[in-house]
């Protein structure tokens, strides 16, 4: 759809191998580098740029890139949804495509789906997998606002996204400045900003990786991670997070990571999460002589969030560095963010045999639960075989 308020259906079809890249920069208007503005220039949409109402139905967008070697923002390397506009998936699939900002690139977002502010997302039946999003600069620390992110699905803020019976499955992050401080974040999906909405159910999350290896990770940033996040109002119901992965490397620096599934509910009501299991993923953070600090392994919640039978089992923290920490391995609760106030109830739950290890001088907290000062309600929830205690701050 190339037209405002234009609508399109695509049946039975096939997009793939295109690409978008810039052939020109311009000067940045807000960020500043070394020698003056940085340079500027977009790709985006390499498979699809959607102006209006999109439905792809029976469909594959595969093997498309946004990126090149001027790019310093790349959205949507299969298919870029405009702001306001709508874009629906049924039974379709969305694999191999990526959004990539080389050289001193600063942004690359939704390697699969990129839905801009104010955009609806509809995907039905459909798959979301092997899509990247890779972020490689050499600009030094003090060029800020730097990341890569959701290497599967983003929606901006004000959007919606409404997913159900769709796998999103082994999407990668990568971010590479060992001169910075960019942050990579949601290998998998990304629901992000305070008025965004999410409603996810009978899917899977499932063998998502991100890589990062900074200069140096920022509290004011929230580290790197996650394979899952939700931002606004969420409503998550028989969902499986399996198998994911995190890794964040500073070699001098402080190596910051971050969950695999991210509840930072700041809408109108308490994020409700029922029957998921969240199991089997390993967040992993290292430094040579700086720090490794871990807040969370299978999940971090920063907000208002209410567990229904959600398992919590098996996921794995290793914090290697001189100093540091390791906050939760089955669930952190605490300010990854330094509001909204976390709240969480858990409802006949369970975190079980979640387990850290970390270096002599790195301090494990709470490899089951972790609360720092913040109120957890517990009914008929079960905290046990965790590595090496159960629960701080209970």
């Known amino acids: 759809a190339v037209l405002p308020g234009a609508v399109v259906e695509l049946r039975d079809s096939v997009v793939r191998g295109n690409r978008a890249e810039p052939a020109v920069t311009v ?39 946004a990126g090149g070697g001027l790019t310093a923002q790349a959205n949507g390397g299969g298919i870029v949804s405009e702001q306001r506009s709508r874009l629906t998936l049924v039974d379709s699939t969305v694999t191999g495509n990526r959004a990539i900002a080389e050289t001193d690139g600063r942004f690359a977002s939704g390697g699969g789906i990129f839905v801009d502010r104010f955009g609806v997302l509809v995907l039905r039946g459909s798959v979301v997998s092997k899509n990247r999003s890779s972020l490689t600069s050499t600009y030094p620390k003090s060029v800020t606002e730097m990341n890569a992110n959701s290497g599967g699905i983003y929606v901006g803020n004000g959007g919606s996204a409404t997913i159900e019976r769709t796998a999103i499955t082994g999407n990668v992050v990568t971010v590479e400045d060992l001169a910075g401080q960019p942050v990579g974040f949601d290998a998998g999906m990304c629901v992000c900003g305070p008025r965004t909405s999410l409603a996810l159910s009978h899917s899977t999350v499932a063998n998502n990786r991100l890589a990062a290896t900074v200069g140096t990770s920022t509290p004011a940033t929230g580290g790197s991670g996650g394979g899952l996040e939700a931002d606004g109002d969420a409503t998550i119901s028989d969902v499986r997070v399996t198998g994911n992965t995190v890794r964040v490397t500073s070699p001098d620096g402080v190596a910051l990571a971050v969950a695999v599934v991210n509840l930072f509910a700041q809408g109108s009501k308490p994020a409700a999460v029922s029957d998921m299991v969240v199991s089997g993923n390993t967040v992993e953070a290292a430094s040579t002589t700086g720090s490794a600090r871990i807040n969370g392994v299978g999940l971090a919640n920063n907000g208002p969030a209410v567990l229904t039978n959600v398992r919590i089992v098996g996921n794995r923290g290793r914090a290697t560095a001189p100093a540091g920490w390791v906050h939760g391995g ?47 309600t517990l009914g008929q929830t079960e905290i046990a075989r965790n590595s090496p205690d159960q629960c701080h701050g209970c």
Not at 31 to 51: E, L, M, R, V
Not at 59 to 64: G, I, P, Q
Not at 359 to 367: I, M, P, W
């Open 330 to 376: 089955g669930i952190f609760n605490g300010l990854v963010f330094p509001r909204p106030r976390p709240a969480l109830t858990l409802r006949d739950s369970s975190v079980t045999g979640n387990s850290v290890v970390a270096s002599d001088g790195v301090v494990v907290q709470g490899a089951g639960l972790y609360t720092a000062g913040f109120r957890v």
């Open 27 to 65: 000067p940045s208007v807000r960020a500043k580098c070394p020698d003056g503005p940085c340079p500027f220039a977009q790709a985006a949409g390499g498979g699809i740029d959607n102006w209006g109402t999109l439905t792809l139905v029976r469909t594959t967008v595969s093997d498309n890139e």
